[in-house]
């Protein structure tokens, strides 16, 4: 079993930037590919980031290219999502996951790779 905790939501102004943490018990977290997806209102949950379990390789999806970071620490057990240049549309809650295989980077923008997922925390940018 794994427990994901995520933090660091709130409200920000457009242009802002935020921090969202994702602490994680209950497994040897560096051992698996983790992400973070969010689901705005009315709309599907969609891939945002994924870091493999070495923290050597990242993805994004194109619409937070250059604006979002993620990261892990994983002495810490914790994974990052650093935001800046927050816009209206990233507005939603934001979900971290970790992925089901250990060692393994399958198709980490698919939700059904990963297996544990976070309670969410709300992401809200004014313009």
């Known amino acids: 079993q794994v427990q994901l905790v995520e933090s660091g939501g709130g409200l920000v102004q457009a242009g802002g930037s935020l921090r969202l943490s994702c602490a994680a018990s209950g497994r040897t977290f560096s051992r698996y590919t983790a992400g973070w997806f969010r689901q705005a209102p009315g709309k599907q949950r969609e891939f945002v980031a994924a870091?493999?379990?070495?923290?050597?390789?990242?993805y994004y999806v194109d619409s937070v290219k250059g604006r979002f970071t993620i990261s892990r620490d994983s002495e810490k057990n914790v994974m990052y999502l650093q935001m800046n240049s927050l816009k209206p549309e990233d507005t939603a809650v934001y979900y971290c996951?970790?992925?089901?295989?250990?060692?393994?980077?399958?198709?980490?923008?698919?939700?059904?790779?990963?297996?544990?997922w976070g309670q969410g925390t709300q992401v809200t940018v004014s313009s």
């Open positions: 996951a970790v992925d089901r295989y250990s060692y393994y980077i399958g198709t980490y923008y698919q939700e059904n790779e990963y297996e544990y």
């Open positions: 870091i493999s379990y070495s923290g050597g390789s990242t």
